[in-house]
C-alpha cells in the first residue's frame, strides 16, 4: 500500500481541508500527517491518524525580537523532518499550507520525494510562494490562483462530507430550536471570534426580534440558553457542523477560505466579517471576490455597529439567494485525489 504524508497547520483552515482528502482515502493508502503540536495535532488525533510531530517557529507579522529565533528554530525543524521522511520515506508528501508545511515539504524536496500543495486563498500565502517550485502541482481554490504558477492546477476547495449531510427538522431538535423561523448562525472559527462574540452581546436584544440564533462562541465560552422573542443558544464548539449549517437560514461569519466555500456549497446566505489586525488581508480578498459575484455580503469589523440592519438587509435579499442557487462551486475533494492519483500513477493497491 503507497504511503501518503499530510502535512499543514497553524490553524484549523491549513487541516480541515486535508482532513477532507484523507477520509476518502484512508482505506486505499496507509495516511500520516506531520505538523506541530498545535491545532493540527489536537484534529488529527481525534481522526484517528498516526501524528508525527516536528515544531516550526512561525513569522509574526510584526518586529519582535521573537523573530530573531526562526532561522536557528527553522534549522532544526528542517533537521528533524528530514530524519523522518528519510528512515520512513512516503510515497508522496500533500501539504494544505501554514508555517508548519514546510520542513515537510523542504525534508521531502531534498529526499526526491514528490510533493503536492493546495492554496486556499485568492492570493497565495506565504508558505506557497516559497515552496511553490518544490512542487508537482499547486491546486488551489479559485481558479485565477492557479493561474499564477506555471504547474498551477484549479481543483475548488475541499469540502467535508459531514458538512453536506445535514438536516434541518433534526438539527433544530439538536439544538433547541424553533421549529419555525429565522435561524442565525454565528461562528468566528475554530478559536471563536471575540469582534463577533462582543458584536452579539451587544446587538442580542434587537436581532432576537428577527432571529433565533445558534451562536459557537469559541472554547473560552460558557454554554447559555436564552428565550426573549427568540431562542439564543451559545456553545464553545461543535463538531457537527453539518448539523449546525443545517439549522441556519442565514450565516454571520469571519471569511476563511474553507468557511466561505462551504456555505457556497450549502447555499447558506451569509454576512462575511473579514479578520483585520494581524492578517495578511486574504480573509478580506476572499470575501469582496465573492461579494462583486453577489453571492454574500460583508461588513468589515470597524462598522459592527451596523449589524443588526446589516443582518436584516441579507435576510430580505432576494438577488443573492437566487444567485447561490445557480452558483457552482463544486466540492473539490475528488479532484485533489485525481491529482494525487496522477502523480502516484493511480490508486493505491
Same mark, same amino acid.
Request: proline content about 5%; aromatic content about 8%; hydrophobic content about 40%.
Given at each position: 500500500?503507497?504511503?501518503?504524508? +499530510? ?12 482532513? &477532507? #482528502? ?42 519582535? !525580537? ?11 525543524? *528542517? ?14 508528501? /500533500?501539504? *494544505? ?17 514528490? /510533493? ?16 511553490? *517550485? ?24 475541499? #469540502? ?5 449531510? $445535514? ?7 439538536? +439544538? ?25 452581546? &451587544? ?24 428565550? *426573549?422573542? $427568540?431562542?439564543?443558544? %451559545? ?8 448539523? !449546525?449549517? &443545517?439549522?441556519?437560514? !442565514? /450565516?454571520? !461569519? %469571519?471569511?476563511?477560505?474553507?468557511? #466561505? ?36 455580503? #460583508? ?8 449589524? /443588526? ?41
Amino acid at each position: 500500500m503507497k504511503r501518503i504524508l +499530510f502535512t499543514g497547520g497553524g490553524s484549523a483552515g491549513h487541516v480541515v481541508p486535508n482532513l &477532507a #482528502v484523507m477520509h476518502e482515502l484512508r482505506y486505499t493508502y496507509a495516511l500520516s500527517y506531520m505538523g506541530t503540536d498545535g491545532i493540527e495535532k489536537r484534529l488529527i488525533a481525534e481522526a484517528g491518524f498516526p501524528f508525527l510531530e516536528v515544531n516550526c517557529p512561525k513569522l509574526v507579522r510584526a518586529f519582535t !525580537a521573537e523573530n530573531l529565533k526562526i532561522p536557528f528554530l527553522l534549522a532544526r525543524a *528542517k533537521r528533524a523532518a528530514r530524519a523522518i521522511l528519510k528512515d520512513a520515506p512516503p510515497d508522496l508528501v /500533500v501539504s *494544505k499550507g501554514g508555517y508548519a508545511s514546510y520542513p515537510a515539504v523542504w525534508a521531502a524536496s531534498r529526499l526526491g520525494i514528490p /510533493v503536492i500543495t493546495h492554496e486556499s486563498d485568492l492570493s497565495p500565502g506565504l508558505c506557497t510562494r516559497l515552496i511553490a *517550485k518544490k512542487c508537482r502541482y499547486v491546486l488551489t481554490s479559485f481558479p485565477e490562483t492557479a493561474q499564477k504558477f506555471a504547474n498551477g492546477r484549479w481543483t475548488g476547495s475541499p #469540502v467535508r462530507r459531514e458538512v453536506l449531510s $445535514g438536516e434541518r427538522d433534526r438539527a433544530r431538535r439538536k +439544538f433547541q430550536l424553533p421549529k419555525e423561523g429565522n435561524v442565525l448562525l454565528v461562528f468566528g472559527g475554530g478559536s471563536g471570534s471575540r469582534a463577533l462574540n462582543e458584536a452579539i452581546a &451587544a446587538h442580542l436584544g434587537k436581532l432576537l426580534k428577527t432571529f433565533s440564533i445558534l451562536h459557537l462562541a469559541g472554547r473560552e465560552a460558557s454554554e447559555t440558553r436564552l428565550e *426573549k422573542g $427568540g431562542v439564543y443558544v %451559545r456553545k464553545p464548539f461543535e463538531t457537527d457542523m453539518g448539523s !449546525a449549517y &443545517a439549522a441556519a437560514d !442565514a /450565516v454571520l !461569519a %469571519r471569511a476563511g477560505s474553507n468557511t #466561505v466555500f462551504e456555505l457556497l456549497a450549502l447555499k447558506k446566505p451569509a454576512l462575511l466579517v473579514p479578520l483585520g489586525k494581524n492578517s495578511r488581508g486574504d480573509q478580506t480578498e476572499n470575501a469582496r471576490y465573492f461579494e462583486t459575484r453577489g453571492l454574500c455580503r #460583508v461588513l468589515p469589523e470597524a462598522r459592527l455597529a451596523e449589524l /443588526v440592519p446589516a443582518l436584516q438587509a441579507l435576510l430580505q435579499d432576494r438577488a443573492l439567494r437566487e444567485n447561490l442557487a445557480a452558483a457552482d462551486y463544486p466540492d473539490g475533494t475528488g479532484r485533489v485525489i485525481s491529482a494525487i492519483e496522477d502523480v502516484l500513477g493511480g490508486a493505491s493497491e
